[in-house]
């Protein structure tokens, strides 16, 4: 027979002390202001297609006259993160459409992109 046994000695204080509740301060929640909506800008000073267009063709021309260049010096503004990003996106469609390729050197050397013809069919034929 199992027997729970009795409470005859307790551990800690006899005497217990209530905790006092923290006070906390209410948050005053800000009033909301109206919506505001931002006007629609109408006046748009760049043609983004157009633009992009224009500095790819004179990318193209600067490339036919080097025929050959280092592709970081071709792309990379030193003074310009934003303009060196900018004339990677432009090489980007310059390679995609055949216009200009990037070669690696087998001797570790930079790459080099090179002004390139536009594929045709005969390209494609296998």
Same mark, same amino acid.
């Given at each position: ?8 000695? +307790?551990?800690?204080? &006899? ?6 509740? /923290?006070? $906390? ?13 931002? /006007? ?14 224009? $500095?790819?063709?004179? *990318?193209?021309?600067? &490339?036919?006259?080097?025929?050959? +260049? ?16 900018? !004339?990677?996106?432009? &090489?980007?469609? &310059? ?11 087998? !001797?570790?050397?930079?790459? *080099? ?14």
């Amino acid at each position: 027979i199992k027997v729970t046994p009795s409470v005859n000695f +307790m551990y800690g204080p &006899l005497s217990i002390q209530a905790k006092e509740k /923290k006070v $906390r301060k209410k948050v005053v929640k800000e009033t909301i202001a109206e919506k505001v909506t931002p /006007k629609q800008v109408t006046d748009t000073t760049v043609n983004s297609e157009g633009e992009t267009s224009r $500095r790819v063709e004179a *990318m193209q021309k600067k &490339l036919k006259t080097a025929n050959e +260049m280092n592709v970081f010096s071709f792309f990379i503004d030193p003074k310009s993160y934003s303009k060196s990003i900018e !004339n990677l996106f432009h &090489l980007s469609f &310059l390679v995609r459409e055949g216009r200009a390729g990037i070669n690696t050197q087998s !001797n570790g050397a930079a790459p *080099m992109v090179e002004n390139a013809a536009p594929p045709d069919d005969a390209d494609y034929q296998t």
